[in-house]
T-cell receptor, first 112, second 111 residues
Framework: DVKVTQSSRYLVKRTGEKVFLECVQDMDHENMFWYRQDPGLGLRLIYF???????EKGDIPEGYSVSREKKERFSLILESASTNQTSMYLCASRTDRARGYTFGSGTRLTVV | RKEVEQDPGPFNVPEGATVAFNCTYS??????FFWYRQDCRKEPKLLMSVYSSGNEDGRFTAQLNRASQYISLLIRDSKLSDSATYLCVVNRASGTYKYIFGTGTRLKVLA
């Protein structure tokens, strides 16, 4: 089975801190994604990457950046955390467009 | 109109019942469709893809109606373990990497 591992299950950070969320997948998938999930809003795409060093903005990229230096790792960076970035962050990967995603178990981030 | 819409529920059904959910999508160019299941405080997991001709996986049947732009999920002989939120996922347009998630339909199967 494909495994997508997110480095932290729970994080509490202070407003203004730079925050790194790490995601690693072990099945050589080309495509990787970062979503956030909020009650009533569902999952919203922040950024995605279809190959190493390639990235594209999703629907809500403001306040975030990403890095994909190696195929297996996709990092989400909150440049200066704000309270409205308190959310569940989900990383996903897939092998191609026709396939569904495999998600990591999520990181619940609280910004205080 | 939202790109993907689902009835949030909850659908409360007794064990053994048959239940169906629909999901409507707004972009007629969408090509890929999926149903995911999400348990409380867990990540979504792929339940099944939805194919044009309809497809079945055990007690689960998925169908696509392109003319009316909706997909459906039918669960037969509901089990307590089917209690979860079911998310519909649609790609935004043909060939795009961007998938849109519905906000989910909550199902509670009662003993």
């Amino acid at each position: 089975d494909v495994k997508v591992t997110q480095s932290s299950r729970y994080l509490v950070k202070r407003t203004g801190e730079k925050v790194f969320l790490e995601c690693v997948q072990d099945m050589d998938h080309e495509n990787m994604f970062w979503y956030r999930q909020d009650p009533g809003l569902g999952l919203r795409l922040i950024y995605f990457s279809y190959d190493v060093k390639m990235k594209e903005k999703g629907d809500i990229p403001e306040g975030y950046s990403v890095s994909r230096e190696k195929k297996e790792r996709f990092s989400l960076i909150l440049e200066s955390a704000s309270t409205n970035q308190t959310s569940m962050y989900l990383c996903a990967s897939r092998t191609d467009r026709a396939r569904g995603y495999t998600f990591g178990s999520g990181t619940r981030l609280t910004v205080v | 109109r939202k790109e993907v819409e689902q009835d949030p529920g909850p659908f409360n059904v007794p064990e053994g019942a048959t239940v169906a959910f629909n999901c409507t999508y707004s972009n007629s160019a969408s090509q890929s469709f999926f149903w995911y299941r999400q348990d409380c405080r867990k990540e979504p997991k792929l339940l099944m893809s939805v194919y044009s001709s309809g497809n079945e996986d055990g007690r689960f049947t998925a169908q696509l109606n392109r003319a009316s732009q909706y997909i459906s999920l039918l669960i037969r002989d509901s089990k307590l373990s089917d209690s979860a939120t079911y998310l519909c996922v649609v790609n935004r347009a043909s060939g795009t990497y961007k998938y849109i998630f519905g906000t989910g339909t909550r199902l509670k199967v009662l003993a």
